[in-house]
């Protein structure tokens, strides 16, 4: 069975810091993969996906920055962190061909001090 | 564009109650239709999903028929219990895109 794995769990950072959450998935290949952005009670913010390696689509500019270097792996980085980077932060993978549903990690919580 | 309405929460119901969340959506293509539950601090989980007009999903009690003539997708559950409580979300699947669009979640919360 599929499953995906998001770390760290939580994670608190200074202002200005840099930012590296990895998210992997096992038990399938050449998903798609994206990562969301859920401030607190709010609904889920389309960060970044991609379909391949190496092939990254950004939906809102910001200072955050995602790579793919492994089929299976999608990494979100910073590299220096806003006060307004704070959020709950979720990967999801899904297969290609549509018609199926999104699978998510259980997140990383980040808070920015 | 494409988009997801959800009902406004939080919604507050007493357990054995019935539930009925509302989404409705917007979508140029043919959309395939999902329902999610996100307890606190976890992920979103699937809860039920249809792919094309007049399907049913359910699971674990809740129900959710796609109505493409009213371009609705609301969801229900005959008995809510203490445990439903969470937040739930309505998203759709536009063909011929890789995105998937989510209303803004319904918080639940059922009192013993």
């Known amino acids: 069975s599929q499953t995906i794995h998001q770390w760290p769990a939580t994670l608190v950072q200074p202002v200005g810091s840099p930012l590296s959450l990895e998210c992997t998935v096992e038990?399938?290949?050449?998903?798609?993969l994206y990562w969301y952005r859920q401030a607190a009670g709010r609904g889920l913010q389309l960060l970044f996906y991609?379909?391949?390696?190496?092939?990254i689509s950004s939906e809102v500019p910001q200072n955050l920055s995602a790579s793919r270097p492994q089929d299976r792996q999608f990494i979100l980085s910073s590299k220096k962190l806003l006060l307004s980077d704070s959020g709950f932060y979720l990967c999801?993978?899904?297969?290609?061909?549509?018609?199926?549903?999104?699978?998510f990690g259980d997140g990383t919580r980040l808070s920015i001090l | 564009g494409d988009s997801v309405t959800q009902m406004e929460g939080p919604v507050t119901l007493s357990e054995e109650a019935f539930l009925t969340i509302n989404c409705t959506y917007t979508?140029?293509?043919?959309?395939?239709l999902f329902w999610y539950v996100q307890y606190p601090g976890e992920g979103l989980q699937l809860l039920l999903k249809?792919?094309?007009?007049?399907d049913k999903g359910s699971n674990k009690g809740f129900e959710a028929t796609y109505r493409k003539e009213t371009t609705s997708f609301h969801l229900e559950k005959g008995s809510v219990q203490v445990s439903d409580s969470a937040v739930y979300f309505c998203?759709?699947?536009?063909?011929?895109?890789?995105?998937?669009?989510f209303g803004t979640g319904t918080r639940l919360k059922v009192l013993a």
């Open positions: 999801a993978w899904s297969v290609k061909g549509g018609n199926q549903p999104q699978h």
């Open positions: 249809a792919t094309k007009a007049d």
């Open positions: 038990g399938t290949s050449n998903p798609n």
């Open positions: 998203a759709l699947w536009v063909s011929g895109t890789y995105k998937y669009i």
């Open positions: 991609s379909v391949g390696i190496g092939q």
């Open positions: 979508a140029t293509g043919y959309p395939s």
